[in-house]
């Protein structure tokens, strides 16, 4: 950045105890909420708010000194302090994972190492907290990266953005520095808390991810920066509101759903808290909180406090994993923070200060070299790791019709082989999918748009069939591509997540995007005429056939369109291939009990008034037997989670299915 014209005034360089406590409390209270309560703690907005005061003081001090800000310098700067510790946790966490993790997590995992590796975790995270596939996931040991993500992305904007507005604004209107960067962190704070409050009250599981949604918190903290010296507080006031903003971020966690209800205009509670205590500064006497914050204890600790964060998550996620425990002991919590204390201050010690101490006068190659090599190990063993499991992946065959693995075919076959490893494997099970996922055909959660894609036989056809629901209508799709070349059939894919072939309108189970995306795809059902709508009859264990199923029948009887009404399969109330890696494939505790995982009646058989173009077909007695609903048949995995069939499975039902499909298109 060009030379900057000194137009604030200077003010004492001064180490602040207080902030350094205030860091450690917040890492404490991050640690203790996710280890005891099983919540966030407002904790993670504390950081930002004294993340964006001490960077835009950094960034002022370097205007005061030298006139300008060395945008690069700035960055090595920051990464000498960021890169080691947070690299060093990332690599320890990824030969864990591989050595530890379920491998039905590992996929996930994979993602999320590499997501933290170059700062962009919150969006890899907010990315699934809207992808019907992700929403199963469970939490990986460095899901925390999230919050540091979004810092380094502020570290690079900060600099960049903010003072280079200002600057442009000066030249411009001819204005001081300090009035133009106040306007733009004012302009930044309002933008950004407006859009906040917006984005959580539509979308909050969007919303806490979201880079933009954080934003005013960091700016919070820079207008502080940038205004707090002209604020003189009296003793008492400093005294009165460095207690309650203590006190307020203590019970934040406990007060508020933080999880549910942040960031928004919620996050105003921790942020502003925090304010309060940097504002009150040492100003409160012998017993302003700055007293308790600058203890030696806590002034260590929150000189730890970066690390003590990246620490305490892997530590309680793999606590759960070898211990089996739902729920953590308080010796145990006690265990895993003074084993995340103690890793935090090897990690500092020897890892973050040699690196630190490293010569600014060095050339800027050599410093960014040291710190960018910090990441080499990571990439490295997370690319190793990636290609064993895509290699994993690929060798999953075509089972359909091979002895060892009849699948649904079981009940025909004479002598099952059982010394043959079960295919796919938990590994492979969740990626075990239709085709309509990788060439983009299965419609968004939020859109509503219909997208038809042709498979089988797509140019000389002898019968059209539309695929037509969710998931559990496109995850038969493997078994109809087993025939539908052979048999000249068409099949025109028309599937959209967690939206079912309903007329209902916008209610708990359908959202307003599935209700415009029914509309339009009735229409387009009309107008093409298909042979055959293939599509789900019910609704996992719902004991009644939903009324906007009926509704969209009889839309299509009118319009002399055929119905292949397929009841739904049993729905399992855990993730079966994570059970089957840890008790067993012949475990009955991953297998369901029948009744259990859907009615016992058809709910089809209840209905009254049928309408006379559906072809109802049942094809349980090939998922369950008359008591359980098991995990594995024939050798083959039927689940890749709760309640979806695997490809793979879905294939080796072809044979079953296409009678009973050619039963109804021949008639």
Request: charged residues 20%; negative net charge; aromatic residues 12%.
């Amino acid at each position: 950045m060009s030379s900057i014209n000194q137009s604030l005034t200077p003010t004492k360089k001064r180490f602040r105890t207080e902030i350094e406590g205030l860091r450690a409390i917040a890492a404490l209270l991050v640690a203790i909420y996710h280890i005891w309560l099983g919540n966030v703690s407002g904790g993670v907005d504390v950081f930002f708010v004294v993340s964006g005061f001490l960077i835009t003081t950094s960034l002022l001090g370097r205007v005061q000194r030298e006139g300008k800000i060395d945008i690069i310098d700035f960055i090595l700067g920051l990464t000498k302090r960021l890169f080691p510790a947070a690299f060093f946790v990332l690599l320890v966490v990824t030969v864990a994972s591989m050595l530890w993790l379920p491998q039905v997590q590992w996929a996930q995992t994979l993602q999320e190492i590499f997501a933290s590796a170059f700062y962009y975790q919150n969006w890899q995270l907010a990315f699934n907290a809207v992808d019907y596939l992700a929403q199963n996931n469970q939490a990986s040991p460095v899901q925390h990266f999230w919050a540091m993500s979004i810092q380094g992305q502020f570290y690079l904007l900060w600099p960049t953005v903010v003072f280079g507005l200002a600057l442009i604004m000066r030249k411009l209107f001819n204005m001081k520095l300090k009035t133009t960067l106040t306007t733009v962190l004012l302009t930044v704070f309002t933008a950004s808390l407006t859009y906040s409050i917006y984005l959580t009250s539509t979308n909050q599981a969007l919303a806490y991810f979201h880079t933009f949604t954080r934003v005013w918190e960091f700016a919070l903290g820079g207008i502080v920066a940038v205004l707090g010296s002209q604020i003189v507080l009296r003793k008492s006031i400093s005294f009165i509101i460095g207690w309650i903003g203590l006190l307020a971020i203590v019970l934040c966690g406990i007060i508020l759903q933080v999880s549910t209800i942040f960031p928004g205009y919620a996050a105003l509670w921790p942020t502003i808290a925090a304010i309060f205590i940097i504002l009150a500064g040492n100003n409160g006497g012998t017993l302003g909180v700055h007293r308790f914050l600058s203890l030696k204890p806590l002034a260590k600790l929150g000189n730890l406090s970066y690390a003590l964060y990246l620490w305490h998550w892997p530590i309680l996620v793999f606590y759960f994993i070898i211990s089996g425990k739902e729920a953590v002991p308080l010796l145990d919590g006690l265990i895993i923070i003074i084993a995340s204390i103690i890793l935090s201050y090897i990690t500092t010690d020897l890892i973050e200060k040699p690196i630190r101490s490293m010569k600014k006068e060095s050339p800027k190659w050599k410093r960014g070299s040291v710190v960018f090599a910090c990441m080499v190990p990571v990439v490295l063993t997370a690319s190793l790791w990636a290609n064993q499991i895509s290699k994993a992946e690929a060798e999953l065959a075509n089972l359909v019709e091979n002895e060892e693995y009849p699948g649904a075919l079981e009940v025909f076959a004479t002598n099952v082989q059982e010394d043959v490893p079960v295919l796919p494997t938990p590994l492979q099970a969740q990626n075990d999918l239709p085709k309509v996922y990788e060439d983009e055909c299965h419609q968004s959660l939020s859109d509503s748009e219909v997208i038809a894609c042709e498979y089988g036989e797509t140019d000389n056809a002898e019968y059209t069939v539309a695929l037509v629901g969710g998931s559990h209508s496109a995850q038969w799709l493997p078994a109809l591509e087993e025939f539908a070349q052979e048999e000249k059939i068409k099949v025109i894919n028309y599937t959209k997540s967690a939206c079912r072939f309903t007329a209902e309108e916008v209610n708990a189970a359908t959202s307003e995007s599935c209700y415009e995306w029914n509309k339009e795809l009735i229409q387009t059902l009309i107008s093409t005429k298909p042979d055959l709508v293939f599509t789900t009859a019910d609704v996992g264990r719902k004991a009644e056939v939903p009324q906007g199923f009926v509704q969209q029948w009889e839309t299509l009887n009118e319009a002399d369109i055929s119905v292949f009404a397929l009841r739904d399969n049993a729905w399992f109330e855990f993730d079966v291939p994570s059970c089957v890696e840890e008790k067993g494939e012949d475990s009955l505790e991953c297998a369901q009990e029948r009744e259990k995982a859907l009615p016992s009646e058809s709910p089809f058989s209840k209905l009254e008034d049928v309408p006379a173009n559906v072809h109802y077909v049942d094809l349980t007695d090939y998922l369950c037997d008359e008591d359980y609903c098991k995990p594995v048949k024939g050798n083959v995995l039927v689940y890749r989670d709760k309640h979806h069939i695997t490809a793979t499975y879905a294939r080796t039902m072809a044979p079953i299915l296409k009678k009973e499909l050619f039963a109804v298109l021949k008639k």
